[in-house]
C-alpha cells in the first residue's frame, strides 16, 4: 500500500523544532540592539553568505525531520519557493544588508504560512505579502545604516520581533502589522516631501535672492565708484545699504515700482551727493 501523505501539521510541528532549536546566541540572525554598533566590516558579503546558509540549514534541518516520501509535492514546493524568496531578498542590491538580516528572522514563520495557506505564493495581496513588500520599501528608502536609530529600522525591528513573539497561525496579527508599518511608511512619506518642499523653496529663495543681488549690485556699485565718497560711506552702501535693496526687491514682482524702492533708491542718491563738492 501506498503510504499516505504527510499531514501539513506534521511539517509545522518539525518547522517549530527547528525554530526551537536555533542557537539563541547566534549573533548573524538574532535581532538584538546589537545592530546598532555593528562595525562595517560585519556588514559585508561574508555575513550575508551566512545567513543564506543558516536559512538553507533551517530548510535541511526541517527535511530531516520528517519522512519525505510522504511530505505532498506541494509542501515541498512551498518550502522551496519561499527559500528562493528569501534568497532573492539577500541579493538585492537596494536592501541595506541590517534590514536583509534582519527580516531573514522570518523564513522559518514565511515558511510556515507557506505550509498553512498556499494563496501566499499565488496571491500578491496576501496579507503575509504585503506586509513583506511593505518591509522592503520602508527598508529600501527609509534605513540610513550609519544612523539606524532615527530612521524607520526600530519600527521593522517592531514588526518581526512581534511576529516571532506573536504569531502562532492567525493572521490578523499580519493585518495590524500592515497598518502599523503603513503609518510610520506614511508619516516619513510626510517628512520627506515636507523636507522636499523646503528644499525646493530655498533654492527658489536662493535663485530670487541672486536675481536680486544682480539688479542691486549695479546700482550700488555705479555710486559707491565716485571718489569724492568716504570709504565708511561707501562700505554702508555696500553693505547695509545692499541688504535693505535687495529686501525690498524680494518683497514683491513690481518691487522697483513700488514707492518704497523708490524712497530708497532716493535716499541712496541724496547721500552720495551730501559728499559730491559740486553741490
Known amino acids: 500500500t ?19 532549536d536555533e542557537d539563541e546566541d547566534d549573533a548573524d540572525t538574532a535581532i538584538t540592539e546589537d545592530f546598532f554598533s555593528l562595525p562595517d566590516y560585519e556588514l559585508s558579503g561574508e555575513l550575508l553568505a551566512r545567513i543564506d546558509q543558516t536559512l538553507t ?3 535541511h534541518r526541517t527535511y530531516r525531520q ?13 518550502i522551496e519557493l ?3 524568496l528569501f534568497q532573492c531578498l539577500l541579493s538585492d542590491p537596494l536592501l541595506p544588508t541590517v534590514i536583509k538580516t534582519l527580516l531573514s528572522n522570518l523564513h522559518v514563520t514565511y515558511l510556515k504560512i507557506a505550509i498553512l495557506d498556499k494563496t501566499l505564493l499565488s496571491e500578491p495581496e496576501h496579507i503575509s505579502r504585503r506586509l513583506l513588500d511593505l518591509l522592503f520599501e520602508a527598508g529600501s528608502l527609509w534605513v540610513d545604516e550609519k544612523d539606524l536609530k532615527h530612521g524607520i529600522y ?5 514588526v518581526v520581533e512581534r511576529i516571532l513573539n506573536e504569531f502562532s497561525g492567525d493572521m490578523r496579527l499580519f493585518d495590524q502589522l500592515v497598518d502599523y508599518i503603513n503609518g510610520r511608511i506614511d508619516d516619513f ?4 516631501e515636507a523636507i522636499e518642499k523646503r528644499t525646493r523653496n530655498a533654492a527658489r529663495g536662493r535663485e530670487r535672492l541672486d536675481i536680486a543681488r544682480e539688479k542691486v549690485s549695479p ?6 565708484k565716485k571718489p569724492h565718497l568716504p570709504s565708511a560711506v561707501k562700505d554702508f552702501l555696500r553693505q547695509a545699504w545692499t541688504d535693505r535693496l535687495i529686501f525690498i526687491l524680494l518683497q514683491q514682482a513690481d518691487s522697483e515700482k513700488s514707492k518704497e524702492w523708490k524712497e530708497a533708491m532716493g535716499l541712496m542718491d541724496k547721500l552720495t551727493r551730501l559728499f559730491d563738492p559740486e553741490h
Open 2 to 20: 501506498l503510504n499516505p501523505s504527510l499531514p501539513s501539521s506534521e511539517i509545522i510541528l518539525a518547522l517549530n523544532k527547528t525554530q526551537a
Open 57 to 59: 540549514e533551517e530548510r
Open 66 to 78: 520528517l519522512p519525505l516520501q510522504r511530505v505532498k509535492v506541494a509542501d515541498a514546493a512551498a
Open 219 to 224: 546700482k550700488i556699485a555705479e555710486r559707491a
Open 154 to 158: 526600530p519600527d521593522i525591528q517592531v
Open 189 to 192: 512619506k510626510r517628512g520627506s
Open 82 to 84: 519561499i527559500g528562493k
